[in-house]
């Protein structure tokens, strides 16, 4: 939903990226940025869990495409304009501010001759959705009927586990009284949830608005979401992955498991671990354990000589001849 923040703030700038960013690389950018600021990370340091949340709320916008688009568009009418959340019916609500000029009508809610209410002139720029700014969803009185209460808006931020899991929560939106909420399981970094019936009641007996909550979910040091599955990189030493071993891989929130790793398994191959991914309505996930050969930075004297004498015993082979002859076409 529309906020006078979407006037005040360039939330590319903030990320440090340009408008024409794909979803993909902004969400890797994202990733980056918020492991590098998060508090865990930087304790105690009061602008880096500054600039934390500031990157969370530009997130939380240009994540979803669709808030994406409407902030795009709503920027583009003209950087450094002013919007405040309509009064009560008749009084001013800060439309002129933002488009007062537009179409020539010296900023009143009406924006033509012929009577088309601005409502209606913004309810189409935007395709019949809920904008913020008084669509059929936003607090006007619809033809013939009731008013529908304002929709407010609310952010929270969620640690891994609980985003994974779900957890009632409270919260206390900026125009609104406080709301215990139910974050259900598996809910994902930038979802939005919709509470009907929970935004501003009706002035006179009409529908009340909704509560449209933005989710920001803290990345997590060791486990990453793919959909419904946890990913996470295990390191094995170069003998386990040659020789075959039986090693340990973290859960989420649990034990340990017990996988093994087959003699002769490369850099990079996945290991499955079944049903300990995500888990929401739609189904379950799994945990995805990536291998990654540890190579020893140090070796001693005698380590050293016995890996020499490995080399020597080995078939003489070049790994890369095959990458060398593809390239070459």
């Known amino acids: 939903m529309a906020s006078q923040d979407w006037f005040d703030k360039d939330f590319y700038k903030i990320l440090g990226v340009s408008k024409d960013i794909s979803q993909a690389e ?15 990370s930087n304790p105690g340091d009061a602008k880096a869990e500054a600039k934390f949340k500031e990157i969370s709320e530009a997130n939380s916008v240009l994540s979803d495409p669709e808030t994406r688009k409407e902030y795009d568009q709503i920027r583009a009418m003209g950087s450094g304009a002013r919007f405040t959340a309509p009064q009560q019916p008749g009084q001013s609500g800060g439309f002129e501010d933002v488009f007062g000029g537009m179409f020539g009508q010296g900023g009143g809610r009406r924006g033509s001759a012929q009577g088309t209410s601005f409502e209606d002139l913004l309810g189409g720029m935007f395709g019949g959705q809920d904008t913020g700014f008084g669509s059929s969803t936003g607090g006007f009185r619809g033809a013939g009927g009731p008013t529908r209460g304002r929709d407010f808006s ?11 899991r779900g957890e009632t929560i409270k919260l206390q939106p900026a125009d609104g009284p406080s709301i215990n909420v139910k974050v259900p399981a598996g809910v994902s970094d930038g979802q939005k949830i919709r509470l009907k019936g929970k935004g501003e009641p009706s002035p006179d007996g009409g529908a009340a608005g909704d509560l449209v909550l933005t989710v920001t979910v803290r990345p997590h040091p060791v486990f990453e979401r793919d959909g419904l ?12 992955a040659t020789l075959g071993a039986t090693i340990e891989v973290p859960t989420l929130g649990g034990d340990p498991v017990r996988l093994k790793v087959a003699p002769g398994t490369p850099s990079g191959r996945v290991l499955r671990v079944k049903g300990r991914g995500v888990t929401t309505a739609k189904g379950s996930g799994d945990l995805l354990a990536s291998v990654q050969i540890a190579v020893p930075s140090h070796l001693s004297g005698d380590a050293k000589s016995l890996l020499e004498a ?20």
């Not at 902004?26 to 865990?40: M, N, S, V």
């Not at 490995?310 to 060398?324: C, G, S, V």
């Open 229 to 240: 599955n946890l990913r996470v990189d295990v390191p094995v030493t170069f003998v386990e």
């Open 154 to 164: 609310a952010t929270t931020t969620l640690d891994f586990l609980t985003a994974i």
């Open 310 to 329: 490995f080399a020597d015993a080995m078939p003489d082979e070049n790994p890369r001849a095959d990458l060398i002859a593809k390239a070459r076409g």
């Open 26 to 40: 902004l969400k890797k950018t994202y990733r980056k940025l918020a492991r590098q600021y998060h508090p865990d």
